[in-house]
């Protein structure tokens, strides 16, 4: 067995548990004192600092969800000064405004650990040729296995997302043997390699680091089959860094989740009940040694299972199962998190009644994304050109918000069914649960 940092890695529990139970009285500290928002939720609960003796403890804090950081745009709740800062990254917000995440060089480095201990899990090592086609950018993705793979000593390739003939052509000619990417993408270019004449045989690729969205156990094996490679789930969300939150080992039995920096939990959605190990809830995160942006009790609204058994790996740290839904309608389409709320912020914005339906379905492994909007009805004019030219002024401005276009569709006034109950704006036809 491999591991990146095995003192860390296979740390026994009771160890483990110290040192995150001294890192969170630490981390309780540091943001008491830097961050005025926690102070006063604090100081309101009656809850100091000195309470926090442990993970014991844990249970005491308040929770802090996405609403919170919106509340606090853009840096409300950063804990150092912004001089310490060296990055930014940056995720969709339920509606306008986007979720800032700060980072300073320790937490990069701290971040690069992470994501080199998932490329180390899934077989890489300095020998590998690291093939990066995540988005570089605001998103995570890109520069997070990138830094992992830079750690690990790898070859890097920093493709970014996109131009698929480029992506083939430096897959072949330099013998990328390592593939980091959304499984939606690893599907297409499996796809692509097909169309353009190449076997699985073909590539050097031996594994892939696939995450930032769901996926099933048959697109795993569809990826395997069509690129020759064993395919490794990996979690993470910018709030708490980006990938490499949890990684996948070699047993590929749910993804070990990198205690010494972040704390899992799982609570009820509906009471915010702490729930046994086990059992299936929202997951909620504690960042135990971020400096600038440190979240204590984060809920991802991920709906997951945690497991402590014993992994043949070797590895201590807990394990979580592939991510089953969400307690909130966030989606994600095309490795982009999108709210309907930023469609319907658009949409009232420009004048729109907030009558629309989303309908994502996922066509040759490519999510598509189709928006029906009824006319204002004192604008309604079916002349094909004024339909047209709408449409595309509401694609390019949800483009803008969204960070992806969808197909819009403008229909004839109170043509969209409307519900006696909550309104059912989503259809998504992916079934990727
Ligand atoms: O998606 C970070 C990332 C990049 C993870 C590359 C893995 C690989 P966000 O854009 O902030 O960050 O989205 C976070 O994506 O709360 C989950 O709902 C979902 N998600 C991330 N990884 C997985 C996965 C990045 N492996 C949100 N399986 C999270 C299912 C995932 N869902």
Not at 181 to 186: D, E, F, H, K, V
Request: glycine fraction near 8%; hydrophobic fraction near 35%.
């Amino acid at each position: 067995m491999k591991y990146f940092q095995p003192e860390i890695e296979t740390m026994p529990l009771d160890q483990l548990r110290a040192l995150q139970s001294e890192r969170l009285v630490k981390q309780v500290r540091h943001v008491y004192d830097h961050v005025p928002c926690y102070r006063q939720r604090m100081d309101e609960m009656g809850l100091k600092p000195e309470d926090i003796r442990g993970i014991e403890d844990l249970h005491k804090l308040p929770f802090l969800s996405k609403a919170d950081l919106r509340e606090q745009y853009p840096d409300g709740l950063l804990a150092v000064p912004k001089s310490e800062c060296v990055r930014i990254h940056s995720t969709s917000g339920t509606t306008g405004k986007r979720v800032v995440a700060f980072y300073t060089q320790h937490d990069v480095d701290l971040w690069d650990n992470c994501c080199a201990r998932a490329i180390v899990a899934a077989g890489g090592s300095c020998d590998d040729v690291v093939q990066v086609c995540y988005g570089y950018g605001l998103f995570t993705g890109g520069l997070g296995l990138h830094g992992g793979s830079h750690r690990v000593g790898a070859l890097t390739l920093p493709m970014s997302s996109g131009n698929t003939d480029r992506q083939i052509q430096f897959m072949m000619d330099l013998g990328a043997t390592f593939l980091c990417c959304t499984p939606s993408y690893a599907a297409y270019l499996g796809e692509s390699l097909k169309e353009r004449g190449y076997a699985p045989s073909d590539n050097h690729l031996k594994a892939g680091i696939f995450g930032a969205e769901p996926w099933t156990e048959e697109m795993r094996r569809d990826i395997e089959k069509n690129l020759g490679i064993k395919a490794y789930d990996i979690y993470g969300l910018t709030e708490l860094s980006g990938p490499g939150v949890a990684f996948e080992c070699a047993e590929q039995h749910g993804m070990h989740i990198n205690e010494d920096h972040f704390i899992a939990e799982i609570i009820d959605p509906d009471t915010g009940e702490v729930l046994p190990e086990g059992t299936k809830g929202e997951l909620v995160f504690t960042s135990l040694t971020k400096e600038a942006f440190p979240l204590l009790r984060y809920r991802t609204r991920d709906i997951c299972v945690l497991s402590r058994e014993k992994c043949s790996c070797g590895r201590t740290f807990i394990r979580m199962a592939k991510p089953m839904g969400r307690s909130d309608d966030m989606l994600i389409i095309r490795g982009v998190n999108v709210f309907p709320s930023q469609i319907e912020t658009v949409l009232i914005k420009l004048g729109y009644p907030p009558n629309y339906e989303i309908e994502v379905d996922r066509i040759n492994n490519s999510d598509t994304l189709d928006v029906r909007v009824e006319f204002p009805p004192e604008q309604f004019d079916d002349s094909l050109g004024n339909i047209a030219k709408k449409e595309k002024e509401l694609a390019s401005a949800m483009r803008d918000m969204l960070g992806i276009g969808p197909k819009i569709h403008l229909v004839p006034p109170k043509t969209i069914a409307r519900s006696e109950g909550k309104a059912v704006r989503v259809i998504d036809k992916r079934k990727l649960i």
